[in-house]
């Protein structure tokens, strides 16, 4: 059986047992590294426009709507559904497409929380809305092999623009020039989405879109550096300084890395997610940095990445108590503002496994720097 | 024209006091309080959640969301404004930072922070003008604000808005210009650069990497082949060769300090550089829609004489794409060129014009410009 035909399975197996007349998995072209995206990951087509909807009948068939009406011939391409039309009245076309499939009483809703309110409030006006989000995450959950070898490539491409960030960062650069030519050399590596931060500075208290400063003698240059294939995303947090580094400097950043390779050990499939970011706080509370470590310096120590699901979640912290599973994609950063240093960027993108861990990229986790 | 939407805005970021000076936020203030006089709102909400849906709230406020995070601006009819926007509360420095507003706040949920100002401005219940709520706005958090403003009476005022955002003031032009330099330049680099192994995605990183090093906020390339494959419509640029003597549409969309332009253009691999084929068959054809421009007239009556002007050198429009709609905050906003549509061209309008066309000799082409009408007649900024 086919990837797309066991998600197919699974799908129709999850709309028997919650009883529902099917499924309709919608999506409004957004894309967010802190959210999973059902559409993409059920079709295996990114959409464009500002609805989009997959249908499954409780029978099996399988339609999907496509707004701009002209992009459809690029999802009868590259998504597995065969039954493929463009729309210029989404909702009368959705409507018509479920009458059409007799589902006309109760319908599942992957993605329900992104539907305005008019779209909502249109279908439920005909049917009854159940919302069904957990019948992705359920399928989703774990990666299969197909989308770790497209995780693997994600992962070389970061190391890429690493490598990238750390040839440009150099005095005289601006922070959005720097930005350019890391997304550049990740798109000529098949990048087909990035989501990069950078700060630079002498103390720097977050990192944010880049603005026009340029990097002077001295700075220290905090990104993540975040590509996406197919909707999966791989992240290196790193730190750069220009100039030779201080002892006060690397004397934090070894502890940032000591932190995170304390918190890579608890990975394991079967162990709490609260782990990563308790082992993390602990290295870093007993230099003395605990306060650091918590709101309002701080937010999470991690998250998940996927297309389907972002298990265990969009925040990982002491509390997070989901259970990680094998095959589920985090990133654990010990990313950490200190009075000394300012804000530092450390962290990287990892695999569960029955056996532990897994490091997704090759490029080391240190403290770097450039001559100036 | 639709593009992909990217993860997150991640290009130049920043406030640039000279080219939009507070001054020219509070002239739009003051016009909407006199609106909302006129009206009898006592209140106005505009709100956006995505990377293509920030206009309204950023013509006001100047801030832009650059993942998809809900925000509203607030406006009394006194000329209290607030910026209430997701996120996280360290953000707010960078947020600070793009605004001229001072009271901006962050939340978890837009909807409920926007009844919480509504209730501390004694404003629940009052009249209340709205902008993109309904259409945009997540159906719990548009519940959730309609019930809590039940005892308010709700005004759609989208158009009022549309309507002053559709005339650009000169200060909106001259960015729309900036951007518009952009989308000319990264097209120069890319028949600039040589390479035995173009793809569509080396294509992309060098017209990419062209526009931010220019300071552009965000970049959306959209590609066209027509190598035989029945898919000839523009999409997203893949990991796929290209061939010797291959011709390819690009689109390129650039956002400059919040405002967009667009190109369109059809070029042709010959050894190891693109080259702009002998187009001036479907070329002359632009000009002259574009010479069609101009102000008073009725915009269906523009769409018409394009389409004859094509039928008479017999030249088929694709309807796909259209003409093109107006070009500033929004890649895609009022006027839409549209046979249906009921308006007229006004003065410092700037419009996306694009034609996607074909002939049985030439061929398939797509091309396009963004141009300003200005009270001499319709000014090309891109000139690609």
């Given at each position: 059986?086919?990837?797309?035909?066991?998600?197919?399975?699974?799908?129709?197996?999850?709309?028997?047992?919650?009883?529902l007349?099917?499924?309709?998995?919608?999506?409004?072209?957004?894309?967010?590294?802190?959210?999973?995206?059902?559409?993409?990951?059920?079709?295996?087509?990114?959409?464009?426009?500002?609805?989009?909807?997959?249908?499954?009948?409780?029978?099996?068939?399988?339609?999907?709507?496509?707004?701009?009406?002209?992009?459809?011939?690029?999802?009868?391409?590259?998504?597995w559904?065969?039954?493929?039309?463009?729309?210029?009245?989404?909702?009368?076309?959705?409507?018509?497409?479920?009458?059409?499939?007799?589902?006309?009483?109760?319908?599942?809703?992957?993605?329900?929380?992104?539907?305005?309110?008019?779209?909502?409030?249109?279908?439920?006006?005909?049917?009854?809305?159940?919302?069904?989000?957990?019948?992705?995450?359920?399928?989703?959950?774990?990666?299969?092999?197909?989308?770790?070898?497209?995780?693997?490539?994600?992962?070389?491409?970061?190391?890429?623009?690493?490598?990238?960030?750390?040839?440009?960062?150099?005095?005289?650069?601006?922070?959005?020039?720097l930005?350019?030519?890391?997304?550049?050399?990740m798109?000529?590596?098949?990048?087909?989405?990035?989501?990069?931060l950078?700060?630079?500075?002498?103390?720097?208290?977050?990192?944010?879109?880049?603005?026009?400063?340029?990097?002077?003698?001295?700075?220290?240059?905090?990104?993540?550096?975040t590509?996406?294939?197919?909707?999966?995303?791989?992240?290196?947090?790193?730190?750069?300084?220009?100039?030779?580094?201080g002892?006060?400097?690397?004397?934090?950043?070894?502890?940032?890395?000591?932190?995170?390779?304390?918190?890579?050990?608890?990975?394991?499939?079967?162990?709490?997610?609260?782990?990563?970011?308790?082992?993390?706080?602990?290295?870093?509370?007993?230099?003395?940095?605990?306060?650091?470590?918590?709101?309002?310096?701080?937010?999470?120590?991690?998250?998940?990445?996927?297309?389907?699901?972002?298990?265990?979640?969009?925040?990982?912290?002491?509390?997070?108590?989901?259970?990680?599973?094998?095959?589920?994609?985090?990133?654990?950063?010990?990313?950490?503002?200190?009075?000394?240093?300012?804000?530092?960027?450390?962290?990287?993108?990892?695999?569960?496994t029955?056996?532990?861990?897994?490091?997704?990229?090759?490029?080391?986790?240190?403290?770097?720097?450039?001559?100036? | 024209?639709?593009?992909?939407?990217?993860?997150?805005?991640?290009?130049?970021?920043?406030?640039?006091?000279?080219?939009?000076?507070?001054?020219?936020?509070l002239?739009?203030?003051?016009?909407?309080?006199?609106?909302?006089?006129?009206?009898?709102?006592?209140?106005?909400?505009?709100?956006?959640?995505?990377?293509?849906?920030?206009?309204?709230?950023?013509?006001?406020?100047n801030?832009?969301?650059?993942?998809?995070?809900?925000?509203?601006?607030?406006?009394?009819?006194?000329?209290?404004?607030?910026?209430?926007?997701?996120?996280?509360?360290?953000?707010?420095?960078?947020?600070?930072?793009?605004?001229?507003?001072?009271?901006?706040?962050?939340?978890e949920?837009?909807?409920?922070?926007?009844?919480?100002?509504?209730?501390?401005?004694?404003?629940?219940?009052?009249?209340?003008?709205?902008?993109?709520?309904?259409?945009?706005?997540?159906?719990?958090?548009?519940?959730?604000?309609?019930?809590?403003?039940?005892?308010?009476?709700?005004?759609?005022?989208?158009?009022?808005?549309?309507?002053?955002?559709?005339?650009?003031?000169?200060?909106?032009?001259?960015?729309?210009?900036?951007?518009?330099?952009?989308?000319?330049?990264?097209?120069?680099?890319?028949?600039?650069?040589?390479?035995?192994?173009?793809?569509?995605?080396?294509?992309?990183?060098?017209?990419?990497?062209?526009?931010?090093?220019?300071?552009?906020?965000?970049?959306?390339?959209?590609?066209?082949?027509?190598?035989?494959?029945?898919?000839?419509?523009?999409?997203?640029?893949?990991?796929l060769?290209?061939?010797?003597?291959?011709?390819?549409?690009?689109?390129?969309?650039?956002?400059?300090?919040?405002?967009?332009?667009?190109g369109?253009?059809?070029?042709?691999?010959?050894?190891?550089?693109?080259?702009?084929?002998?187009?001036?068959?479907?070329?002359?054809?632009?000009?002259?829609?574009?010479?069609?421009?101009?102000?008073?007239?009725?915009?269906?009556?523009?769409?018409?004489?394009?389409?004859?002007?094509?039928?008479?050198?017999?030249?088929?429009?694709l309807?796909?794409?259209?003409?093109?709609?107006?070009?500033?905050?929004?890649?895609?906003?009022?006027?839409?060129?549209?046979?249906?549509?009921?308006?007229?061209?006004?003065?410092?309008?700037?419009?996306?014009?694009?034609?996607?066309a074909?002939?049985?000799e030439?061929?398939?082409?797509?091309?396009?410009?963004?141009?300003?009408?200005?009270?001499?007649?319709?000014?090309?900024?891109?000139?690609?």
């Amino acid at each position: 059986m086919s990837y797309e035909d066991r998600k197919l399975q699974k799908a129709l197996e999850l709309i028997s047992q919650k009883g529902l007349d099917g499924l309709i998995i919608y999506s409004r072209g957004t894309c967010f590294v802190l959210k999973p995206f059902y559409f993409y990951y059920f079709t295996g087509f990114r959409p464009m426009g500002p609805n989009n909807a997959i249908v499954i009948s409780k029978s099996g068939d399988v339609f999907l709507l496509i707004e701009p009406s002209w992009d459809a011939g690029r999802a009868s391409q590259k998504s597995w559904i065969r039954d493929v039309r463009g729309t210029s009245d989404f909702l009368g076309d959705l409507m018509a497409t479920l009458k059409k499939l007799n589902m006309t009483g109760t319908v599942g809703v992957a993605g329900a929380g992104e539907m305005p309110y008019t779209l909502y409030e249109g279908i439920r006006r005909e049917m009854v809305i159940q919302k069904a989000d957990h019948i992705i995450e359920e399928i989703a959950r774990e990666k299969t092999e197909e989308e770790l070898d497209v995780i693997g490539k994600t992962a070389r491409i970061a190391d890429i623009g690493f490598q990238a960030f750390l040839k440009h960062a150099r005095v005289g650069i601006r922070e959005y020039e720097l930005l350019a030519e890391i997304e550049s050399a990740m798109r000529l590596a098949g990048a087909d989405d990035i989501f990069n931060l950078m700060g630079s500075g002498n103390h720097n208290y977050a990192m944010h879109a880049p603005t026009d400063r340029r990097l002077v003698p001295g700075d220290i240059v905090i990104g993540e550096i975040t590509p996406a294939c197919e909707g999966q995303f791989v992240q290196l947090c790193r730190t750069v300084f220009l100039g030779n580094p201080g002892s006060v400097l690397k004397e934090k950043y070894d502890l940032l890395v000591r932190a995170l390779n304390a918190s890579v050990k608890q990975v394991k499939a079967g162990s709490p997610a609260a782990l990563i970011s308790r082992a993390m706080n602990g290295v870093i509370s007993e230099a003395g940095y605990g306060k650091y470590c918590y709101p309002p310096y701080m937010r999470a120590r991690g998250h998940g990445f996927g297309v389907g699901s972002i298990a265990p979640g969009a925040v990982i912290d002491d509390d997070t108590a989901t259970v990680l599973r094998q095959h589920q994609v985090v990133i654990a950063h010990p990313n950490q503002y200190f009075p000394e240093t300012g804000y530092l960027a450390c962290g990287e993108t990892i695999l569960v496994t029955e056996k532990g861990m897994v490091r997704l990229s090759k490029s080391e986790t240190k403290l770097y720097s450039r001559e100036v | 024209m639709e593009t992909m939407q990217p993860a997150l805005k991640r290009g130049r970021d920043v406030w640039d006091r000279i080219n939009m000076p507070k001054a020219e936020f509070l002239e739009r203030v003051a016009k909407i309080q006199e609106q909302m006089e006129r009206q009898g709102m006592e209140a106005l909400l505009l709100y956006a959640n995505n990377g293509n849906e920030y206009a309204d709230p950023c013509y006001i406020s100047n801030y832009i969301m650059k993942t998809p995070q809900g925000a509203i601006v607030a406006i009394t009819r006194e000329g209290e404004v607030a910026l209430i926007c997701e996120g996280f509360a360290r953000d707010l420095p960078g947020v600070k930072a793009i605004t001229w507003v001072e009271d901006v706040r962050s939340c978890e949920d837009v909807s409920r922070h926007a009844i919480a100002f509504l209730s501390e401005k004694g404003l629940i219940p009052s009249t209340i003008g709205l902008v993109g709520l309904e259409q945009s706005m997540p159906h719990e958090q548009f519940r959730f604000f309609l019930e809590s403003t039940g005892s308010c009476t709700l005004i759609r005022a989208d158009r009022m808005i549309r309507d002053m955002r559709i005339i650009k003031s000169q200060r909106e032009v001259d960015q729309v210009r900036r951007s518009a330099r952009i989308v000319a330049q990264a097209f120069k680099r890319l028949c600039q650069t040589t390479s035995s192994q173009f793809n569509e995605k080396s294509i992309e990183a060098v017209m990419g990497r062209e526009a931010y090093l220019e300071g552009a906020e965000d970049a959306r390339i959209l590609i066209a082949r027509y190598d035989g494959n029945d898919n000839r419509a523009l999409r997203p640029c893949e990991e796929l060769p290209i061939s010797a003597h291959e011709r390819v549409s690009l689109f390129l969309a650039v956002e400059f300090e919040r405002y967009w332009a667009q190109g369109i253009k059809t070029l042709v691999l010959e050894k190891d550089a693109f080259v702009e084929p002998d187009g001036a068959f479907f070329r002359s054809l632009l000009n002259r829609i574009i010479e069609g421009l101009v102000t008073g007239k009725e915009i269906s009556r523009f769409c018409s004489e394009a389409s004859a002007q094509a039928r008479a050198i017999d030249i088929h429009i694709l309807p796909e794409y259209g003409l093109g709609q107006g070009i500033g905050l929004s890649l895609q906003e009022a006027p839409f060129l549209d046979e249906r549509e009921a308006g007229r061209f006004q003065e410092s309008m700037c419009l996306a014009i694009q034609l996607a066309a074909r002939n049985k000799e030439a061929g398939s082409a797509v091309m396009g410009e963004t141009v300003y009408l200005s009270r001499n007649g319709p000014e090309v900024l891109t000139g690609i």
